[in-house]
C-alpha cells in the first residue's frame, strides 16, 4: 500500500500502527519506511519498526532499529520496555532486566514493563517477581497477561485459590481467550473441583478446537474419572494438533490404552513418548511397567536399570525392580534393592511392605513383622499394608492381632477379597468352619473368580457333610488340574464321604505335595503297580505320622499274598513292635542301609493299588492280640489307659489336644485303675497340683511303641484324643474309645460311633466345635455303665466259684 508524498507524516505513522495492530506487517512496513525516508531520524518509526522486525525473527535489526530509537528519545519509557522484549527473544535476559529498569525509571507506573519484568524475574525463581506482577496487576487492571501472570505465580506458590481467582478475572476479561480457561481448569483440579474443572475445559476446546492442551487435559480429567474412551480419543485429538507429537500426550495415551487392556498398542505409544523426549527416566519408566504387564520381564528389567542410570534417586524404579526380583526368587537382591528404596524415601510404606514380604520369604519373622508395622504406620489408609500384617500375624503370630489387622484392611478397603479369605483361613484353622464358608462367600462377592476362596469354601462345606463342597473342589481341580494341593484335599475330602475309589486315587497327588515331598525319596527302583510280584523284594516304606503306619502296616499281607519279599520300612519307635506284622520279611528303621530290593511303594499307597472301599478294608492284623495278650482273670476294678493330647507340632493339635483337668470328671469314678499313657510335654500335667487323677502306671519309662503295646496288653480299655496310640490299641483289637475333634480326619468318616478300620474302636464326636464337655459327658456315662457291667460280671464270676 503506497501512501501519498503529500500525507503528512503524523497520519502515516498513526496509519502504519493501524496495519501494524491488523497484523498486516508488510504494509505496516513500507509505512514506516516511507516516514524514515521523508524524516531518517524519526523515531517512532524507528521504534515501531525495530519492533515489528522483532516480530519477523529479525532480533538483532530489531535491536538496533530501537536502539537508534532511543539514542533519539531516551526518555520513552516504551522504547525500553520493546527493548528489553528483544532482549528476553535473544536469550539475553540480564540486558533485557536492564532495558525493563530504565522503562520503569522514566515511567514508574508503566503497568507493561512491570509485567515484563515480573515475567523475566518469574522464569528465573526470583522472589522479586511477587511485586513486580502484582504492580502491574494493579497499574494494568484490565490486562489479561497481568492476571494470568500473577496466577501462575499463586499457582507455583501453592495458592491454588488465589490463582483461580486471577484466571477467573482472566477469563471475564476476556471471554474468547482460550488459555484463560484451560489455567482456570487446571488450579479447579489442584483444588479437587473437578467437575469445574471439566466444564472449563470444555469451553476452552469450544473457543479454539484445535487446542492440544484444552484436549490434553479434558483428556486428563475423564481417564481419572474412570471415562477412558473419551480420554483415549481425546489424547489422540490433541495428538493431531500437536505437530511434534507432544510426549506427555503419548504417555498419557499408553497409560490409558493400557488400563483398557490393549497392552500392545500402549507399548508402542509409550515407546513414541520416549523417542520425542529422548532419555527421559519416567517415560522409561512406564515403558517398564508395560512390558511387565506383557509378560517381557526380561525387557521391564533392563527398562528399569536405563531409569536408575538416567536416575538413582528414582525410588518408585527401585521398588519395581525389587518386585522383578522377588518374584523370580532372587530374594537377597529384591531385599537390597527394597532397602534402596527405603533409603531414597525413608516415608515410603510400600517400600517397608515389599521388604516385609521379602523378610518372610526369607524366614526372618520378627524383621519382618516390624517392616509391615512400619508400613501400617506410614501409611494408616493402606489396606494391603494392614492385610499383609494381618497375613503374617495369622501364619507366625497372634491370630487375635491377625483378625484385628485384617478387620482394619476391610474398613479402609471393603472389597478386599484377600482379607476376607485369609480372616477364613483363620477360622478355619481355629475349627470354625461356619464362620469360615461366610468369609469365603463374602470373598467371593467381591472377586468370583478367586480359585483360592472357593477351594477352600469346598474344603469347609464337605467338612461339614455337605456335597456340595465336593462339587466345589471339583470344580476347582477342573480348572487347576496340575494343582497337587487341590487334587490331594479333594483325595481327602473324597475319603471323608466315603468315595473311596476316586478319593485314593486323588489322595495319590499328596506325593507332590510341597509338605509330603521330602517323604517320598525318588528310588531308582520303579514304583509297584500291583502286579504279580513273582518272588521279587519289595520296600514299603512309611510316611506322615507313626499313627498313618500302625493303620497301613496291615497291607503288607496283602502283598506278600501277591508273591512279594516284602521289606518294610518305618519310623524308628514303631521297628520293634512292627518286626512281627504276617507278610513282613524284614522291618528297618528310617534312616538305616536298605538292603537290594526290585520295587517300592508307600504304605498309604496300598488302599488305592488294592482298591480298599469300606467293604474291602483288611481287619487290623490278629498277630497283636496273640502276641500281647493278656489274662483273661476278672481284676475287681476296671483298668483304663488315657492319653489327652498330641504332638504339639501337628497343625490340627490345637483342635484334637486337650488338657488333663478337662478329664477330671471320670477321675471321680469308682472302680477304675487308670494309667497314663500320655508321652512327651504334656505328661507334666500329672505332677500339677489340683489333679484328681492318681494313676498307677504311666510311660515314663518306655523306650517305643512296643513297650507302650505291653501296658495297653494289661488294660480293660483304652481312651484317647486322635493319636497314634488309638491306631495302635485299635491294632491290637483292645477296645479304644476315641475322642474326636471337629472337622475330623478323613480315616473317621462324618458321622456313627463305629470305624471300619478299628472293629474294636468307638468314636465319641465332637457335635458343638471346640468344646469338649459334651464329649466328656458321655464318656463319663458311657464309662460309668462300664464300670456297673464289669462288676456285675466280676460278681457273678465270684459266685460261680
Not at 203 to 215: F, K, N, Q, V, Y
Not at 671 to 696: D, H, K, R
Amino acid at each position: 500500500m503506497i501512501a501519498s508524498l503529500n500525507q503528512p507524516v503524523a497520519e502515516l505513522v498513526a496509519k502504519g500502527i493501524a496495519l501494524h495492530q491488523r497484523g498486516d506487517l508488510a504494509s505496516a512496513e513500507q509505512c514506516y519506511i516511507q516516514i524514515m525516508a521523508r524524516e531518517p531520524q524519526n523515531a517512532d518509526a524507528l521504534h515501531l519498526l525495530g519492533v515489528l522486525k522483532g516480530q519477523q525473527g529479525d532480533h538483532s535489526n530489531g535491536m538496533r532499529l530501537i536502539d537508534e530509537a532511543i539514542s533519539l528519545k531516551p526518555r520513552m519509557a516504551a522504547y525500553h520496555n520493546n527493548l528489553g522484549n528483544l532482549l528476553a527473544k535473544s536469550g539475553d535476559t540480564a540486558a533485557a532486566e536492564k532495558s525493563y529498569r530504565r522503562a520503569l525509571r522514566v515511567d514508574p507506573q508503566n503497568g507493561e514493563a512491570h509485567l515484563n519484568l515480573g515475567k523475566l524475574q518469574f522464569e528465573r525463581g526470583d522472589r522479586e517477581a511477587r511485586r513486580s506482577l502484582k504492580t502491574a496487576q494493579r497499574l494494568s487492571a484490565r490486562s489479561v497477561e497481568a492476571q494470568m501472570s500473577v496466577g501462575r505465580l499463586e499457582e507455583r506458590e501453592g495458592n491454588a485459590q488465589l490463582a483461580l481467582n486471577c484466571y477467573v478475572t482472566a477469563t471475564k476479561l476476556n471471554p474468547s481467550f482460550a488459555p484463560s480457561f484451560i489455567a482456570a481448569g487446571n488450579a479447579q483440579l489442584l483444588l479437587d473441583k473437578t467437575h469445574e474443572a471439566e466444564e472449563s475445559y470444555r469451553i476452552a476446546i469450544r473457543l479454539d478446537p484445535e487446542s492440544p492442551d484444552a484436549h490434553f487435559n479434558l483428556a486428563n480429567v475423564l481417564r481419572a474419572d474412570g471415562r477412558v474412551l473419551e480420554a483415549i480419543e481425546l489424547y489422540r485429538i490433541a495428538l493431531d494438533f500437536s505437530p511434534k507429537g507432544a510426549s506427555d500426550i503419548q504417555n498419557n495415551l499408553g497409560l490409558a490404552l493400557s488400563e483398557l487392556g490393549q497392552h500392545q498398542e500402549a507399548k508402542t505409544a509409550l515407546t513414541k513418548s520416549i523417542e520425542i523426549t529422548g532419555d527421559s527416566s519416567d517415560g522409561w519408566f512406564n515403558l517398564a511397567k508395560q512390558a511387565v504387564l506383557l509378560g517381557d520381564l526380561t525387557a521391564a528389567e533392563g527398562h528399569l536399570l536405563k531409569v536408575l542410570s538416567l536416575n538413582p534417586g528414582h525410588a518408585a524404579a527401585h521398588l519395581e525392580l525389587g518386585n522383578l526380583t522377588r518374584a523370580d526368587g532372587r530374594l537377597e537382591e529384591a531385599l537390597a534393592t527394597y532397602r534402596k528404596v527405603i533409603e531414597l524415601s525413608p516415608s515410603d510404606a510400600a517400600g517397608w511392605n515389599n521388604l516385609g514380604a521379602t523378610l518372610t520369604d526369607l524366614e526372618r519373622i520378627d524383621e519382618a513383622e516390624a517392616a509391615f508395622r512400619k508400613a501400617t504406620s506410614l501409611d494408616p489408609k493402606s489396606d494391603e499394608a494392614f492385610f499383609n500384617l494381618g497375613k503374617h500375624l495369622s501364619i507366625y503370630g497372634d491370630e487375635s492381632a491377625a483378625i484385628e489387622a485384617l478387620e482394619q484392611a476391610l474398613t479402609l478397603n471393603p472389597k478386599n477379597a484377600a482379607a476376607y479369605t485369609q480372616l477364613g483361613f483363620i477360622a478355619q484353622n481355629r475349627g470354625q468352619l461356619s464362620e469360615a464358608a461366610d468369609f469365603y462367600r463374602q470373598s467371593l462377592t467381591i472377586s468370583l473368580d478367586s480359585s483360592i476362596a472357593r477351594h477352600n469354601l469346598g474344603l469347609v462345606q464337605s467338612s461339614l457333610g455337605d456335597p456340595e463342597g465336593l462339587d466345589l473342589l471339583e470344580a476347582t481341580v477342573r480348572e487347576q488340574p496340575d494343582s497337587a494341593e487341590y487334587r490331594w484335599n479333594f483325595g481327602e475330602k473324597l475319603l471323608l464321604h466315603q468315595q473311596f475309589h476316586e478319593g485314593w486315587k486323588e489322595y495319590e497327588w499328596r506325593k507332590q505335595v510341597d509338605k509330603f515331598v521330602d517323604q517320598h525319596r525318588a528310588f531308582d527302583q520303579p514304583l509297584w503297580d500291583g502286579s504279580p510280584l513273582e518272588g521279587k523284594t519289595i520296600l514299603l516304606y512309611a510316611e506322615q505320622g507313626q499313627g498313618d503306619t500302625l493303620q497301613f502296616a496291615r497291607y503288607a499281607e496283602l502283598v506278600a499274598q501277591r508273591g512279594g519279599r516284602v521289606i518294610l520300612q518305618v519310623q524308628r519307635s514303631l521297628q520293634t513292635l512292627l518286626q512281627g506284622v504276617p507278610g513282613v520279611a524284614e522291618c528297618i528303621a528310617q534312616g538305616d542301609p536298605l538292603p537290594e530290593f526290585a520295587t517300592c511303594a508307600p504304605l498309604m499307597s496300598l488302599p488305592y493299588i488294592f482298591d480298599t472301599n469300606a467293604a474291602t478294608i483288611p481287619p487290623p492284623s490278629s498277630s497283636f492280640a496273640e502276641r500281647f495278650a493278656s489274662s483273661t482273670q476278672l481284676k475287681p476294678t476296671l483298668q483304663v489307659g488315657i492319653v489327652w493330647a498330641g504332638n504339639k507340632n501337628d497343625k490340627r493339635d490345637r483342635l484334637r489336644s486337650t488338657t488333663l483337668s478337662q478329664w477330671s470328671e471320670l477321675a471321680t469314678i469308682e472302680g477304675i485303675e487308670f494309667t497314663s499313657l500320655q508321652t512327651g510335654e504334656p505328661a507334666q500335667q500329672a505332677n500339677e497340683q489340683g489333679n484328681n487323677f492318681s494313676f498307677v502306671a504311666d510311660c515314663n519309662n518306655v523306650k517305643d511303641f512296643a513297650d507302650t503295646a505291653a501296658i495297653i496288653a494289661g488294660l480293660d480299655l483304652v481312651i484317647t484324643v486322635d493319636t497314634a496310640v488309638a491306631h495302635l490299641a485299635g491294632t491290637m483289637g483292645k477296645p479304644v474309645w476315641i475322642l474326636l475333634y471337629d472337622p475330623l480326619d478323613w480315616r473317621w468318616g462324618l458321622e456313627g460311633e463305629q470305624s471300619p478300620w478299628y472293629p474294636t474302636a468307638r468314636l465319641f464326636r465332637q457335635f458343638n466345635r471346640q468344646d469338649w464337655s459334651p464329649v466328656f459327658e458321655r464318656v463319663a456315662s458311657s464309662l460309668r455303665a462300664l464300670v456297673d457291667t464289669s462288676r456285675s460280671m466280676s460278681e457273678n464270676y465270684v459266685s460261680l466259684e
